[in-house]
């Protein structure tokens, strides 16, 4: 049975760091692209950040130079280090694993930042 369980997520003010992690079983993580999304109250779910098998990573325009994916092979996670937060970061942050046809997600975890 394949998981996706996020953690990390809390309530800071703008400005403040957060590190989102998300932990995956019964995948190995290195084969897959792996994505977070997010989706704030009454939008739709976008892409914030990206990171393929091969390590390479791409960026929402609206995070860019302040989100950070990384992904440890090891210990088959992915994280989202996220700097400078704003208000409009605010959201349920959710992890996505991507391979041909197969995909799966997180159950999200909460992130939100006060002014």
């Known amino acids: 049975q394949v998981q996706l369980v996020e953690s990390g997520g809390d309530s800071v003010q703008s400005g403040g760091s957060l590190t989102l992690s998300c932990a995956a079983s019964?995948?190995?993580?290195?084969?897959?692209?792996m994505n977070w999304y997010r989706q704030a109250p009454g939008k739709q779910r976008e892409l914030v950040a990206s990171i393929t098998g091969g390590g390479n990573t791409d960026y929402a325009d609206s995070v860019k130079g302040r989100f950070t994916i990384s992904k440890d092979n090891a210990k088959n996670t992915v994280n989202l280090q996220m700097n400078i937060l704003k208000p409009q970061d605010t959201a349920v942050y959710y992890c996505?694993?991507?391979?041909?046809?197969?995909?799966?997600w997180g159950q999200g975890t909460q992130v939100t930042v006060s002014s």
């Open positions: 019964g995948i190995t993580l290195r084969f897959y692209a």
């Open positions: 996505n694993a991507a391979y041909y046809s197969n995909d799966f």
